[in-house]
């Protein structure tokens, strides 16, 4: 039924995300926008609308639950004159859906972030705070790496290790911080690498001088955010 009128109204749908205000529920759901959009346009007539549209005051949420918008809203059919009202608890029943959830998530943030400083950020601004760079930033993972004895910047294979990892895409970069440290995302900026007190460890291996160093491969204590690296003699 969604789809139906999905097709019929998707070249259309985005002009009314902005003019209706439906973008939050369009990136959940784009076929219900379809819905809206099809059921509330001028032009429709309410033989045609008969003819199609045979739903009751009832919503489907994400979780596949379904909710009644008016009282007795599974045994009230949405009529051509009540379709905006059926529209208008549809789009909130959808836009409210996770408010409880939502509530959770600003509460515990206001218990590490003052809510007065989380209302000067962004979304963006407080996802990174909270989750990390979305991208490895290696000159500040270099600012913070530290080399056992045995070991120190300006040795080969550490040379080595960072110029492969600057020609790496992002996507190998996050796998390579997930090897290490069983983790994709670094610390956002300097002042939470200190809070955390994180630092990478690069280690010589354990089995060094067996000869076979050029066919060993890197291990990683991923608790720790350590690496042990070979003795290779080659980039």
Not at 57 to 78: Q, R, Y
Not at 97 to 121: D, H, N, T
Not at 157 to 184: A, H, M, N, Y
Not at 210 to 230: I, Q, R, S, V, Y
Request: glycine share 4%; aromatic share 12%; net charge negative.
């Amino acid at each position: 039924f969604f789809f139906f009128f999905f097709f019929q109204a998707e070249d259309g749908i985005r002009d009314l995300v902005r003019s209706r205000g439906l973008g939050d529920v369009y990136k959940r759901q784009a076929s219900v926008v379809g819905m809206l959009q099809y059921i509330t346009q001028p032009n429709l007539s309410a033989e045609e609308f008969d003819s199609i549209f045979t739903e009751n005051f009832t919503a489907m949420l994400s979780d596949t639950s379904t909710v009644e918008l008016i009282p007795d809203g599974v045994n009230t059919p949405v009529t051509f004159d009540r379709r905006e009202e059926y529209a208008q608890l549809l789009l909130k029943a959808r836009l409210n859906e996770s408010a409880a959830q939502c509530k959770a998530i600003r509460k515990g943030i206001s218990l590490v972030v003052p809510e007065v400083l989380v209302s000067f950020s962004t979304s963006q601004e407080i996802a990174c705070t909270i989750c990390g760079r979305p991208t490895i930033d290696l000159e500040m993972l270099r600012r913070h790496t530290w080399y056992s004895p045995g070991l120190a910047e300006d040795c080969p294979r550490v040379q080595f290790l960072w110029q492969v990892l600057e020609e790496l895409d992002e996507r190998d970069k996050v796998r390579f911080i997930k090897f290490c440290w069983g983790q994709e995302r670094l610390p956002a900026n300097e002042e939470e690498y200190r809070r955390r007190q994180l630092r990478f460890m690069i280690k010589p291996a354990m089995r060094e001088g067996a000869g076979n160093e050029e066919n060993a491969l890197p291990k990683a204590d991923t608790c720790f955010f350590n690496l042990e690296l070979p003795n290779y003699k080659t980039k």
